[in-house]
Each structure stands twice: as C-alpha cells, then as structure tokens.
C-alpha cells in the first residue's frame, strides 16, 4: 500500500465533534444509493399521505384531513430543507428563502400539528374554551416566528 495524504477542512456552526468515516469509492457510491433511495421512499410516503388527506378532506368536508396534508407537505420541506433536496424540487429564489428561514418553517410545523389535533380531536365542538387558548397558542408561535424572520439563524 502506498502512503496517501489527506487534507480535510470543515466549517460548521454546529457540534465541533463529529465522527469522520474514510470510505472506498464502491462503498461511498453504496451508501449514497442506500441514502438516496430511503430519501426518496420518506419523500414517496410524505407525499402520497398528503395528496390522500387532501382528497379526503374534500370528500368527506373534514378539516382534520386538510390539517394532516398541511402538516405533511410542512414536514416534506423540512427534510427537503435539511437533506438538501429542496433544491431541486423548487425554484431556486423560494429553495434559498425557506433554508434561511427554517426557523419559521418549523414555527408552521407547530401550528400544523396544533390545528390537526384541534380538529381532530373535535376541541372546536366540545371544548371551546380549549379550542380559543390553542388558536392564541397558534397565533404567539406564527408571531413568534415571524419576529424571527430577520434575525439570522446562528445566534
């Protein structure tokens, strides 16, 4: 075996301990399929759980489903957001936007799953003083996140 040199260098605002794997090129390409294929089968179950919530929300008149298919298409971005693969699924302009913004992103994830459990669990019809407290929980997160917007995310 011949002595080989490696020069790496990492710029991370994140943990600064992180393991490193030296990997073959057959099996970096490998692990790259492997990696891409469940990435794109979580993105196949995201999407096909949305479209059929959105598709019964209509054909049943229930806001629960619509609230579902909200909260996985919000799910769908993030992970687009933090894999990367956003990219490519949406122009470029809104791609930039939304990974600057995830703290915002994740600030519509937490109204999303709120309103899903509200109507879900049917607060609006039998609890209403519960049902009144989570919309003005709703509204400080989206204010919240919206205050957020300017500030950059690594402070």
């Known amino acids: 075996r011949e ?12 943990s600064p301990l992180f393991p490193l ?28 759980v949305a479209c059929c919530s959105g598709l019964l929300s209509l054909w049943l008149r229930d806001l629960a489903y619509l609230s579902y298919a909200g909260y996985g298409l919000l799910v769908l971005l993030s992970f687009g957001v933090t894999t990367g693969f956003l990219h490519f699924a949406l122009p470029t302009p809104l791609a930039v936007f939304l990974s600057r913004e995830i703290v915002f992103l994740n600030g519509l994830l937490i109204i999303a799953a709120l309103e899903f459990a509200l109507f879900f669990l049917r607060f609006g019809v039998e609890n209403r003083r519960v049902y009144r407290r989570a919309q003005y929980f709703a509204l400080f997160v989206f204010v919240g996140a919206l205050a957020l917007i300017p500030t950059p995310e690594h402070l």
């Open 21 to 48: 794997t030296i990997r073959s090129a057959g099996q970096f390409k490998r692990l790259n399929e492997l990696r891409n294929a469940s990435h794109a089968a979580f993105t196949g179950i995201l999407l096909l």
């Open 3 to 14: 002595q080989q040199t490696l020069l790496v260098h990492f710029e991370s605002s994140g």
